[in-house]
């Protein structure tokens, strides 16, 4: 493939929209009332032999905002310490600042309209996204208000499986239990089992 084409092979291939892979980590389920602690994005193009593959990770830790509920399950669950000094958070704008402005950048240089959150449950993550980007006050959010791309439905058509671990496995990718429910590594991942599918199957319709 010309690599002059593989900026429009993007925008083609997913009707103009660029896909993001995200995870988040939190304090609970609720996105409006409960913290969000990690945010983790990860960039994807197409390489010169026409293979979907991981670009960049975008990756940060999250201060609570104000108000927010921490629930003790889910930070037992994730192993976070919301306040630990060493995890260099930063508030809730500035880490949505410095994820989604290299992703609006991504948008415009491969001729996409907008990103497209790209999830393991990807409702939870597009969720909690929308939240914090509205109780911020930040208009200009790259992803799609609703629409999303879901690697738990995609996993169980191409490998039977809708646990992350799961499907990783499966799909023959690594899987360290000790990394996972980190945002930054289970975004990594998620990556790979997107970006394995596409292949997958733009290899099985050419």
């Not at 791309?149 to 990783?168: I, N």
Request: one cysteine or more.
């Amino acid at each position: 493939m010309d690599e002059e084409d593989i900026p429009k092979k993007l925008a083609g291939r997913f009707r103009g929209f660029l896909p993001v892979i995200v995870d988040v980590e939190t304090a609970g389920f609720n996105a409006r009332k409960d913290a969000l602690l990690e945010i983790a994005a990860v960039m994807v193009d197409f390489d010169s032999d026409g293979q979907l593959q991981l670009t960049e990770t975008i990756a940060c830790n999250v201060l609570p905002f104000k108000g927010a509920n921490l629930d003790e399950k889910s930070l037992e669950f994730t192993g976070i310490d919301p306040w630990h000094p060493f995890r260099f958070a930063k508030p809730e704008e500035e880490a949505l600042g410095t994820v989604f402005s290299p992703i609006r950048k991504a948008v415009k240089a491969s001729g996409c309209t907008r990103a497209i959150l790209v999830g393991h449950n990807a409702s939870f993550d597009l969720g909690f996204i929308n939240a914090a980007a509205e109780r911020n006050k930040i208009k200009r959010n790259p992803f799609h208000p609703f629409s999303s791309f879901d690697t738990a439905t995609l996993a169980g058509l191409a490998y039977g499986q809708t646990v992350l671990a799961r499907a990783a496995i499966t799909a023959g990718l690594d899987w360290d239990q000790e990394q996972a429910h980190s945002a930054k590594y289970d975004a990594e991942r998620t990556a790979e089992l997107f970006c394995g599918i596409v292949n997958r199957w733009d290899a099985s319709n050419r």
